[in-house]
């Protein structure tokens, strides 16, 4: 089965860059016809997708983070990572990996890590 894990600092300072990491295991970030996804889910409020990366290379962005969310991948680790830089309390949330369908949050996702949380401090 396909398995996604989160992994990165808990912490992160006001006006720096968050970083997490996910993992995946038993598929290929390079050749799966999936997309590989972000979402996060802020204290108290629903569930927010981020972006995308697909096996091209080519990502997609939700329009609330704009120019401040960068996806990226590690092809020889088989990892997905994400970059939101100037981080404010909005920021904090519990971040999820998923495997996506499709680039966009309408195609649905089928696999997802457990999450990690990260907060601003």
């Known amino acids: 089965q396909v398995q996604l894990q989160e992994s990165g600092p808990g912490l992160v300072k006001p006006s720096q860059t968050l970083s997490l990491t996910c993992t995946v295991s038993?598929?290929?970030?390079?050749?799966?016809?999936?997309?590989w996804i972000w979402i996060r889910q802020p204290p108290g409020k629903g569930l927010e997708w981020m972006g995308s990366?697909?096996?091209?290379?080519?990502?997609n962005y939700g329009p609330s983070l704009k120019s401040r969310a960068s996806i990226s991948r590690d092809t020889s680790t088989n990892q997905v990572i994400l970059h939101v830089s100037s981080v404010t309390p909005e920021d904090t949330a519990i971040y999820y990996c998923?495997?996506?369908?499709?680039?966009?949050?309408?195609?649905?996702?089928?696999?997802w890590g457990k999450g990690t949380l990260v907060t601003e401090n």
């Open positions: 990366i697909g096996s091209s290379g080519s990502t």
């Open positions: 998923a495997r996506g369908r499709g680039p966009s949050a309408e195609n649905g996702m089928d696999f």
């Open positions: 038993n598929d290929s970030i390079t050749t799966s016809l999936y997309s």
